[in-house]
């Protein structure tokens, strides 16, 4: 999806193992959010950063961290992945500057299994 | 409770059919719903967004409808494509909730056979 890029694609990890999923966004937008998708579940909002050096939690926080770097990056980390983890995470970010009355830009995922 | 359901949860037509899903919301204070398609493997891509005085909103062969009074909305797809296989995902944003607007349906899958 245009404006976010998010890497890797795929992972499976070992219970217990850490891993950092990257979000970058070229839009220039202030805002950046982490969702998790789940069969038969919307979609739930992990954290967010409302701005450069911001972060927020959502949802589902627990066992997760993030990170701003930049305007541009906004990363997320498990720092002990478990099976309940296992998921579809997609980065978004406003498709318009001020964001909340303007669609999302979302990234093309990344499929995690933990096993 | 903030909370958005949309029917049917599947759906399964003829290319070339038309077809109509739904969504209500529990959502307050109202700010905009969106609809979103979601093809397999692939993040969701807006297709409308409508604030609270909007009624119709067209996108090509795509026409969502709102009604704030009975908080209801609707996406109708003409002349269905087999392209038009995906997920639909109803969206309503809260009203001066930066960061944790989005409140997401659970989607409808639909399926277009040939």
């Known amino acids: 999806n245009a404006g976010v890029t998010q890497t890797p694609k795929f992972q499976v990890l070992k219970t217990g193992q850490s891993m950092t999923l990257q979000c970058a966004q070229d839009?220039?937008?202030?805002?950046m959010y982490w969702y998790r998708q789940d069969p038969g579940m919307g979609l739930r909002l992990i954290y967010y950063?409302?701005?450069?050096?911001?972060?927020d939690k959502g949802e589902v926080p627990n066992g997760y961290n993030v990170s701003r770097l930049n305007k541009r990056e906004f990363s997320l980390r498990l720092e002990s992945a478990a099976p309940s983890q296992t998921s579809v995470y997609f980065c978004?970010?406003?498709?318009?500057?001020?964001?909340?009355?303007?669609?999302?830009?979302f990234g093309s995922g990344t499929r995690l299994t933990v096993v | 409770k903030n909370q958005v359901e949309q029917s049917p949860q599947s759906l399964i037509i003829l290319e070339g059919k038309n077809c109509t899903l739904q969504?209500?919301?529990?959502?307050?204070?109202?700010?905009?719903l969106r609809w979103y398609k979601q093809d397999t493997g692939r993040g969701p891509v807006s297709l409308t967004i409508m604030t609270f005085s909007e009624n119709t909103k067209s996108n090509g062969r795509y026409t969502a409808t709102l009604d704030a009074d009975t908080k209801q909305s609707s996406l109708h797809i003409t002349a269905s494509q087999l392209s038009d296989s995906a997920s639909y995902i109803c969206v309503v944003s809260r009203g001066g909730q930066a960061g944790t607007a989005l409140i997401f349906g659970k989607g409808t899958t639909l399926s277009v056979s040939s």
């Open positions: 969504c209500n919301y529990t959502v307050s204070p109202f700010s905009n």
């Open positions: 950063s409302a701005s450069e050096g911001t972060t």
């Open positions: 978004a970010s406003p498709s318009q500057p001020g964001g909340e009355f303007g669609g999302y830009t």
């Open positions: 839009m220039n937008h202030n805002s």
